[in-house]
């Protein structure tokens, strides 16, 4: 049990856009906030829960001594993921997850290609389309390539029709994504192999869990194809997670561990990558605002070493408090600002 509260910060949405365009498929549903909600209320005095930054910032004075969880997503800006911790740092509040800074750079996916890359992680060849100019940088790929915007999560702009097969295709989805969300486009050689998420929590002085998954989908044979949100959001798709650890060999898991401790304060982060033929593994993107959920990769990682989601919570806390040190703790003095009410009940969508 923590003697902490915990303050969790969650966006809803009731239908999910999607949608090539759509921005809103890593916010959370009803499901998923109260499956949050039961788990950490079971590891702790008190849940607070905030659907909105306002509505956090203007009641930050009531949480000094708590500790915030966040699965906030945000929309339409590249920088969104950093302002949770970054807000938290300026208060001195203890927070569970990577900083600002860890989860700017995992969110830029061109530039976590390159930090993996010197981990000696292998990675599939890409092209950064900044713009409309830079579309003929996609010549110098070989087919088929996977498109996607270069700083999105949650398979936010990726669907089915981004795993192009030709140039022509590859250009009309890079213009696409282009206009739909506004910044960078990634384009990356495509990688037959098993969807594959390393998770590693932990901190600066040590990892405390360590697992490798597979997402097995029935009845499709993902390497063939690509994790797209057509998959991941169907209700009729049955799916389900395998360790995979020991498939991945010690050099892997090794560079696994010395990319997240070289990231400062990240405490939990996926590492995701495709597992090919020859048993290599294809580094693919860093996500260190994981899902949390129990039929996501860091549940099914903690499930399947016999860990329940609410054990899991209560580590990821404990590792929040151990990891927190003076030089996250900016400010002592937090007034508060409104003296408001909490927001503890979902948000009105009408």
């Given at each position: 049990m923590i003697d902490r509260n915990v303050v969790?910060?969650?966006?809803?949405?009731?239908?999910?856009?999607?949608?090539l365009e759509g921005t809103n498929l890593e916010m959370a549903d009803d499901d998923e906030y109260f499956e949050l909600m039961e788990a950490v209320g079971k590891v702790c005095p008190k849940v607070v829960p905030y659907h909105t930054l306002h509505a956090f910032i203007d009641n930050i004075g009531s949480h000094r001594d708590d500790i915030v969880l966040s699965v906030w997503s945000g929309e339409r800006s590249r920088n969104r993921k950093g302002l949770v911790p970054a807000i938290c740092e300026?208060?001195?509040?203890?927070?569970?997850?990577a900083d600002a800074y860890a989860n700017i750079v995992a969110g830029d996916k061109a530039l976590s290609k390159t930090i993996a890359q010197k981990f000696g992680f292998a990675t599939p060849r890409s092209v950064l389309i900044e713009g409309p100019g830079d579309l003929s940088l996609l010549h110098a790929l070989v087919y088929p390539v996977v498109v996607k915007p270069n700083f999105e999560g949650g398979s936010i702009g990726i669907s089915q029709d981004c795993l192009t097969h030709d140039l022509q295709s590859a250009e009309t989805i890079a213009r696409r994504l282009l206009t739909a969300h506004g910044d960078a486009v990634l384009a990356e050689e495509f990688v037959k192999g098993r969807e594959v998420s390393y998770v590693i929590v932990g901190h600066e002085q040590e990892i405390v869990f360590a697992e490798a998954v597979e997402i097995v989908v029935a009845d499709i044979e993902l390497r063939d194809t690509i994790w797209s949100y057509e998959i991941k959001q169907s209700a009729t798709v049955n799916d389900y997670w395998r360790l995979v650890t020991a498939e991945l060999g010690d050099d892997v898991l090794q560079r696994g561990r010395a990319l997240f401790r070289s990231l400062g304060k990240?405490?939990?982060m996926r590492i995701d990558g495709r597992l090919d033929a020859d048993g290599q593994f294809h580094f693919i993107e860093l996500s260190p605002d994981s899902y949390l959920g129990a039929d996501g990769a860091v549940g099914a990682a903690y499930a399947l070493r016999g860990t329940s989601l609410d054990v899991m919570m209560e580590q990821l806390l404990r590792n929040a408090l151990q990891s927190r040190s003076p030089r996250y703790a900016t400010s002592t003095a937090v007034p508060n600002r409104t003296g408001t009410v909490p927001d503890t009940s979902l948000p009105d969508r009408r």
């Open positions: 969790l910060l969650i966006d809803c949405v009731e239908n999910r856009d999607l949608t300026a208060y001195g509040i203890t927070y569970v997850g990240v405490e939990l």
